[in-house]
């Protein structure tokens, strides 16, 4: 199993560009996050998906738009980037949050908005 | 709402000295799940251990212990004999296991540094 994958692994873009950081797992875990970590903040939810088709949002969601059209992918999609979306983004998954499974996350993707 | 305190931000120590970084959260919810997260100078985040809120025994795994008291809502872990590859970001987060419960409440972190 490759567990967690994302994709790329670092990013600069320019304000008001868009782009999808990708992630992607081979463990069939129906539940799948998206984190961002910013210094001195911890981690903080954006967006989660229950299963295929299913999304909803997390604490930091604005700016950021997710679909879930396998239970393999899970993109995070930055329409019109910003500067505050600076920050390191960390995808997870696990089979169901907080049953025997642990969420586990992948490598982060570091994006820096100009 | 949850919330999660690591009241240490930065903690330095010599190799071979005992560490522990304290872990406080506050959650209405009466069964939950909290976690301890390494991340390592790389940026990963790396598991170390999930406890559930029915049990309070402590855990050992090697020169890792984790001291769960449900009474002060504390879940503090130990690194014994601290060694140079321990320094990293450790992050306590705290999970509520009813229906519909999706969020992981992170603290903010506690950077260790472990001098030779």
């Known amino acids: 199993n490759a567990g967690v994958t994302q994709t790329p692994k670092f990013q600069v873009l320019k304000t008001g560009q868009s782009m999808t950081l990708q992630c992607a797992q081979d463990?069939?875990?129906?539940?799948m996050s998206w984190y961002r970590q910013d210094p001195g903040m911890g981690l903080r939810l954006i967006h989660y998906?229950?299963?295929?088709?299913?999304?909803d949002q997390g604490e930091v969601p604005n700016g950021y738009n997710v679909s879930r059209s396998t239970t393999e992918d899970f993109p995070l999609r930055l329409l019109s980037a910003a500067p505050s979306q600076t920050s390191v983004y960390f995808c997870?998954?696990?089979?169901?949050?907080?049953?025997?499974?642990?969420?586990?996350f992948g490598p982060g993707t570091r994006l820096l908005v100009l | 709402a949850q919330k999660v305190t690591q009241a240490q931000t930065e903690i330095s120590v010599v190799e071979k000295e005992d560490v522990t970084l304290d872990c406080v959260y506050e959650?209405?919810?009466?069964?939950?799940?909290l976690f301890w997260y390494k991340q390592p100078p790389s940026g990963e985040l790396v598991f170390l251990i999930r406890?559930?809120?029915?049990?309070?025994q402590n855990e050992i795994s090697g020169r890792y212990s984790w001291n769960f008291q449900k009474s002060t809502s504390s879940f503090n872990f130990t690194i014994t004999a601290s060694q140079v590859v321990d320094s990293a970001v450790y992050f306590c987060?705290?999970?509520?296991?009813?229906?519909?419960?999706?969020?992981?409440?992170f603290g903010k972190g506690t950077k260790l540094s472990v001098i030779p």
């Open positions: 997870a998954s696990s089979y169901s949050p907080g049953s025997q499974e642990t969420q586990y």
């Open positions: 463990m069939n875990h129906e539940y």
């Open positions: 998906s229950v299963g295929a088709g299913i999304t």
């Open positions: 959650t209405r919810d009466t069964t939950y799940y």
């Open positions: 406890r559930n809120s029915f049990d309070e």
């Open positions: 987060a705290l999970l509520p296991s009813g229906a519909g419960s999706y969020q992981l409440t």
